[in-house]
C-alpha cells in the first residue's frame, strides 16, 4: 500500500485554518469543538489523519484549552457497519488535572555535514484514570488488563514533516508547562 500524504497543516497559526488545510472533515470537526469550547482560548492544538485498515479516513484534532484536553477523532466506518460512507465522530474531554506525566521522546540523526536533525517525535500523556481492556485470545482466562491510561500522538519526516514535528514538540510543552499546576 502506498502511504497517504496529505497538507501541511503547520505553518497555519489557527486551528480552524489547520483543520481547513488537513482534515476531510474539517466542519465536523470544528462544529463539535466550539460547541465544547465556548469561548475558551485554543492555547495549543495538533492534528493527525491517516487512512485505517479498511482504506477509510481517522482524522484526529486534540485541542488544549488551558484547563482541558479536547480531543475529536472521525473515522470511517469498515464494510458492513454502516451505509457506504458513514463514519463516526466521536468526543473526549480531559481535564488537565488527571494529567500526570508527559513524555517527549525526539529521534536525531546526523546529516553528512554533522549537523543533528530530529527526524521522528513521539509523545505520551500519561493518565491518572485506568484503561481495562481483555485481549480477548482464545484459551485466555479473559481476565481484563489493567494499565494506566494514556495519549499519544507521534510524528515522523515521512508523516507530517518538519513543521509537523516542530508544532507537536510545541504542543507537549504546553501540555508539559500546565500539567500539575493548580487550575484558577
Known amino acids: 500500500m502506498i502511504p497517504s500524504v496529505f497538507p501541511d497543516w ?17 466542519e465536523v470537526a470544528l ?12 492555547l495549543g492544538f495538533t492534528l ?12 484526529e484534532v486534540v485541542v488544549c484549552d488551558g484547563s482541558r484536553l479536547l480531543l475529536w477523532h472521525g473515522e470511517d466506518v469498515g464494510p458492513g457497519d454502516g451505509p457506504s460512507g458513514s463514519m463516526v465522530s466521536s468526543l ?16 536525531l ?3 553528512a555535514s554533522n549537523q543533528l ?31 494506566q491510561d494514556a495519549l499519544r500522538f507521534g510524528k515522523t519526516l515521512e508523516d507530517g514533516g518538519p513543521g509537523q514535528i516542530s508544532r ?8 508539559a508547562s500546565l500539567a500539575g499546576r493548580p487550575l484558577l
Open 109 to 111: 540523526t546526523r546529516t
Open 168 to 175: 507537536l514538540e510545541e504542543f507537549a510543552s504546553l501540555v
Open 117 to 147: 536533525r530530529v527526524d521522528s517525535v513521539d509523545v505520551y500523556l500519561l493518565l491518572s484514570s485506568l484503561d481495562e481492556s481483555g485481549n480477548g485470545h482464545p484459551g485466555d482466562d479473559h481476565r481484563a488488563h489493567i494499565r
Open 92 to 107: 473526549r474531554v480531559v481535564p488537565l488535572s488527571v494529567v500526570i506525566e508527559v513524555g517527549c521522546r525526539r529521534r
Open 48 to 59: 493527525e489523519r491517516f487512512v485505517n485498515e479498511h482504506n477509510g479516513v481517522w482524522q
Open 10 to 26: 503547520s505553518p497555519y497559526p489557527d486551528l480552524e485554518s489547520a483543520a481547513r488545510a488537513y482534515l476531510r472533515d474539517p
Open 31 to 42: 462544529d463539535v469543538l466550539s460547541g465544547v469550547l465556548a469561548g475558551s482560548q485554543v
